[in-house]
């Protein structure tokens, strides 16, 4: 009997484009069934800035808000507008680094430390760990999220000459920085702005706070070594194992020869590690953002091109294609955009909400404190920033901590773990903008991660226990 010329073929996800579209249109859908709402907006100081913040006991249901059907096409282009920064942001930075890379620098580097760590085997256990802590030390006391992006480009080719694969290159800044971010005893951000507008004293409660920090990042190491211990005695195992080959293929073209190690990359490289000098005292003392981190990378991508002798028409080309290959990602972060736009026009977002507050007063108060997290998990899906997200939330949910005999210390830290669900949404521009840069597919790393984000969650609910049953107060 013959075998059929057309081998059965498995279910495979569509393009991530095309999953965030879908999407869209399931928002758009929701705005005809779920009912218009809004509560009152006021101005409040928080933290010394004037902050719009949603006002307690003022929602009220509206005039339905139709959402026309064009909206389906022109919300993707309002959000090129809306993520207008992350998106410039990612072609500075991979046109930047198409230039260094170009150089020989960092791969020569790497391949130096590469060498090195296999002559001396039993430090490279301590690679992860020690890495991955830095990293979640930055998310816990700068809020370091966005600025994990760029890392993205050393950490992979780090990762595959150690033996493991892309996964562990992207884990190591970024899950360690989202680990350091939802477990934050100092984040201003998060922490900060919750508190402030919970009428809590600044960054009090550290003692537990540092606890569910310890914790936390403890869990997401530990994951993070089992995988990559696993995935170093089988490569194959790795969902990203084609892609990696390609690769380490094209690495293998590329000849690097570190004998051949001048002092054009001694410069180079002393360019790079000035500008990432420059970057963190910016951002801890200067409170610097996108548009001055990205100007530092086009500096340093300038500067590395100049001190290599680069001829300066090469370097325009190459910092094109770099930022050429971030169209894609460009493309899913202006229609992860179209969702909030979309569900904005139809003023759903409030009532959604409310409909969660009013869900929540009915459960004891253990269950009240966990459904306090899945609900601002929710809310995530639409808001990734974390003062938009306590602007809208906190204002109500302090206050329904009082209703449902939970301190308002416990309903801040609710709001803090829900950023563990954000490296696996496909609506955030941080995360969207890591797996573009990384050249991993949505989907693949959805299916790695999802394991561990359900870890998190459960993680999160025994961490809001002990607050719940010991009155956790101001201090």
Same mark, same amino acid.
């Given at each position: 009997?013959?075998?059929? %010329?057309?081998?059965?073929?498995?279910?495979?996800?569509?393009?991530?484009?095309?999953? =965030?579209?879908?999407?869209?249109?399931? @928002?758009?859908?929701?705005?005809?069934?779920?009912?218009?709402?809004?509560?009152?907006?006021?101005?409040?100081?928080?933290?010394?800035?004037?902050?719009?913040?949603?006002?307690?006991?003022?929602?009220?249901?509206?005039?339905?808000?139709?959402?026309?059907?064009?909206?389906?096409?022109?919300?993707?282009?309002?959000?090129?507008?809306?993520?207008?920064? +992350?998106?410039?942001?990612?072609?500075?930075?991979?046109?930047? /680094?198409?230039?260094?890379?170009?150089?020989?620098?960092?791969?020569?580097?790497?391949?130096?430390?590469?060498?090195?760590?296999?002559?001396?085997?039993?430090?490279?256990?301590?690679? $992860?760990?020690?890495?991955?802590?830095?990293?979640?030390?930055?998310?816990?006391?700068?809020?370091?999220?966005?600025?994990?992006?760029?890392?993205?480009?050393?950490?992979?080719?780090?990762?595959?000459?150690?033996?493991?694969?892309?996964?562990?290159?992207?884990?190591?800044?970024?899950?360690?920085?989202?680990?350091?971010?939802?477990?934050?005893?100092?984040?201003?951000?998060?922490?900060?702005?919750?508190?402030?507008?919970?009428?809590?004293?600044?960054?009090?409660?550290?003692?537990?706070? /540092?606890?569910?920090?310890?914790?936390?990042?403890?869990? &997401?190491?530990?994951?993070?070594?089992?995988? #990559?211990?696993?995935?170093? #005695?089988?490569?194959?195992?790795?969902? &990203?194992?084609?892609?990696?080959?390609? %690769?380490?293929? *094209?690495?293998?073209?590329?000849?690097?020869?570190?004998?051949?190690?001048?002092?054009?990359? %001694?410069?180079?490289?002393?360019?790079?590690?000035?500008?990432?000098?420059?970057?963190?005292?910016?951002?801890?003392?200067?409170?610097?953002?996108?548009?001055?981190? #990205?100007?530092?990378?086009?500096? @340093?991508?300038?500067?590395?091109?100049?001190?290599?002798?680069?001829?300066?028409?090469?370097?325009?080309?190459?910092?094109?294609?770099?930022?050429?290959?971030? @169209?894609?990602?460009?493309?899913?972060?202006?229609?992860?955009?179209?969702?909030?736009? +979309?569900?904005?026009?139809?003023?759903?977002?409030?009532?959604?909400?409310?409909?969660?507050?009013?869900? =929540?007063? /009915?459960?004891?108060?253990?269950?009240?404190?966990?459904?306090?997290?899945?609900? *601002?998990?929710?809310?995530?899906?639409?808001?990734?920033?974390?003062?938009?997200?306590?602007?809208?939330?906190?204002?109500?949910?302090?206050?329904?901590?009082?209703?449902?005999?939970?301190?308002?210390?416990?309903?801040?830290?609710?709001?803090?773990?829900?950023?563990?669900?954000?490296? +696996?949404?496909?609506?955030?521009?941080?995360?969207?903008?890591?797996?573009?840069?990384?050249?991993?597919?949505?989907?693949?790393?959805?299916?790695?991660?999802?394991?561990?984000?359900?870890?998190? $969650?459960?993680?999160?609910?025994?961490?809001?226990?002990?607050?719940?049953?010991?009155?956790?107060?101001?201090?």
């Amino acid at each position: 009997m013959k075998k059929s %010329r057309k081998a059965k073929k498995g279910f495979r996800l569509p393009h991530t484009l095309v999953l =965030i579209f879908i999407l869209v249109i399931l @928002m758009y859908a929701l705005t005809w069934i779920i009912p218009s709402g809004e509560f009152n907006r006021i101005e409040k100081t928080v933290e010394g800035k004037i902050r719009t913040v949603t006002e307690p006991g003022t929602f009220r249901y509206i005039a339905k808000e139709r959402v026309n059907p064009e909206s389906l096409l022109i919300a993707p282009i309002e959000g090129f507008k809306e993520g207008v920064l +992350i998106i410039a942001f990612l072609f500075v930075i991979g046109g930047a /680094f198409a230039v260094i890379q170009k150089t020989g620098t960092i791969d020569m580097a790497i391949k130096k430390m590469a060498l090195a760590f296999s002559n001396h085997p039993k430090y490279q256990k301590f690679i $992860i760990p020690v890495l991955m802590v830095v990293f979640s030390l930055a998310g816990s006391i700068f809020g370091m999220s966005e600025e994990t992006i760029p890392f993205i480009l050393v950490f992979i080719p780090l990762a595959l000459s150690l033996g493991y694969d892309s996964i562990v290159g992207v884990s190591i800044p970024f899950l360690g920085a989202a680990a350091g971010f939802a477990a934050a005893f100092f984040n201003p951000f998060t922490v900060g702005i919750a508190q402030g507008l919970a009428e809590l004293p600044l960054y009090s409660g550290l003692p537990y706070r /540092f606890f569910v920090w310890i914790i936390s990042t403890a869990v &997401v190491i530990s994951m993070v070594m089992i995988y #990559a211990k696993k995935v170093k #005695a089988n490569p194959k195992l790795s969902p &990203v194992y084609d892609i990696d080959q390609e %690769r380490l293929h *094209q690495s293998s073209q590329d000849h690097i020869d570190i004998s051949k190690w001048n002092w054009r990359n %001694r410069a180079v490289l002393e360019v790079f590690a000035g500008g990432i000098i420059i970057l963190i005292a910016g951002i801890l003392f200067q409170n610097w953002y996108i548009k001055s981190i #990205a100007a530092v990378f086009l500096g @340093m991508g300038i500067f590395s091109g100049l001190v290599s002798r680069m001829p300066t028409s090469d370097m325009a080309r190459h910092f094109v294609q770099g930022a050429k290959d971030m @169209m894609n990602v460009a493309f899913i972060i202006s229609c992860a955009r179209a969702i909030l736009i +979309i569900a904005e026009e139809g003023k759903i977002l409030d009532t959604l909400l409310f409909y969660a507050t009013q869900f =929540i007063a /009915f459960f004891p108060k253990i269950i009240a404190a966990q459904m306090m997290f899945m609900t *601002q998990s929710v809310i995530n899906f639409f808001i990734h920033s974390g003062t938009a997200q306590a602007a809208l939330t906190m204002p109500i949910m302090a206050p329904l901590s009082d209703l449902v005999g939970i301190t308002r210390q416990t309903t801040v830290l609710a709001f803090q773990l829900c950023e563990f669900v954000i490296p +696996i949404l496909p609506t955030s521009a941080v995360t969207m903008g890591v797996l573009g840069i990384a050249k991993i597919p949505w989907e693949k790393w959805a299916k790695w991660f999802l394991p561990m984000m359900l870890v998190l $969650i459960i993680l999160s609910f025994l961490l809001l226990i002990p607050p719940v049953l010991s009155n956790w107060g101001p201090f």
